[in-house]
């Protein structure tokens, strides 16, 4: 693990939920590796059990917890067993998210309701259990949310989805505000496709190989997938002093795609 240190890092006490895999590992890793004392938190409690024993093997000071955070108990426990293992908490990561895929005409509520549950409502819960340690304890702290360019964009045939992640970023503005004065912070950071170890093994299960090849295809400037560790370096950023005076922001983490012209840009002019 390379010593890559920051600002305001050093011993903080940090908890990545959903840091099992993917994403969230990647986080906790880069955490550990800047200074930062990690809880390690995911709904399977082998997941983060593994990840802590990476970061444990690797000399950092790293507990692992395992909960249901979209359920108000659950985060409450989650959130509360890294701050009192930890000794405090001053920066959360949440990274908890899974899209439902179908025609609009066709969601029902059920449907709709699971999907803010899985992809809005835990940052409220989370984001709440956190801000009243960080109160309590007079500390203050940085909250970081993993959101989506879905709730930039419309998100055809996965509506919900969207929603509820332009619901996060609004959410993080809002808490902002509030949470000011307490010394908190909240920011977002919007990936686009990003290839996960769950996302590659479902491509690998439909036959696809290459799934760089599909970025390129699909107009992605950088022409190909990000990887986890390129969206932990910006939520990192976010819970470190060199974000210090940002709140409320979401960073596009995505390839080039929003800066892409949308009427043909350099196909068309090739075509010329």
């Known amino acids: ?5 920051l600002p305001g890092l050093d011993g903080k006490q940090t908890l990545v939920v959903g840091g099992g895999s993917g994403i969230g590992r990647a986080t906790a890793l ?4 800047a200074g ?37 108990d659950g985060a409450r426990a989650v959130v509360g067993e890294a701050h009192d293992a930890l000794g405090g908490l001053t920066g959360v990561v949440n990274i908890v998210g899974v899209a439902g895929w179908g025609p609009l ?15 809005l409502t835990h940052h409220l819960l989370v984001a709440q259990a956190a801000a009243r340690h960080m109160i309590a304890d007079g ?16 998100a055809p045939n996965h509506a919900a989805y969207g929603a509820a992640k332009a619901g996060a970023m609004a959410l993080a503005r ?4 509030e949470w000011a004065p307490h010394g908190i ?6 990936p686009d496709i990003i290839k996960t170890p769950r996302v590659v093994a479902s491509f690998e299960a439909q036959g696809v190989a290459d799934i760089d090849a599909i970025a390129a295809g699909e107009g992605v400037p950088l022409a190909r997938w990000g990887t986890p560790d390129e969206i932990a370096g910006p939520l990192v950023f976010l819970l470190s002093d060199l974000s210090s005076f940002m709140t409320g922001q979401t960073l596009v983490v995505d390839g080039g795609t929003q800066a892409l012209f949308p009427h043909g840009g350099k196909k068309a002019f090739d075509q010329e």
């Open 139 to 154: 500390t203050g702290g940085a909250l970081a949310m993993v959101t989506s360019v879905s709730g930039l964009y419309g």
């Open 1 to 5: 693990m390379t010593d890559i240190r």
């Open 30 to 33: 880069m955490l550990a590796a």
């Open 185 to 190: 912070r909240a920011n977002c950071v919007a």
């Open 105 to 119: 005409l066709d969601m029902d509520l059920a449907a709709w309701e699971t999907d803010l549950r899985m992809n």
């Open 174 to 177: 809002s808490i902002a505000n």
């Open 36 to 72: 930062a004392h990690v809880a390690v938190a995911d709904v399977d409690p082998g997941r983060a059990g593994q990840v802590r024993d990476e970061l444990l093997s690797a000399g950092a000071k790293a507990v692992a917890v395992s909960g249901d955070v979209t359920t108000p």
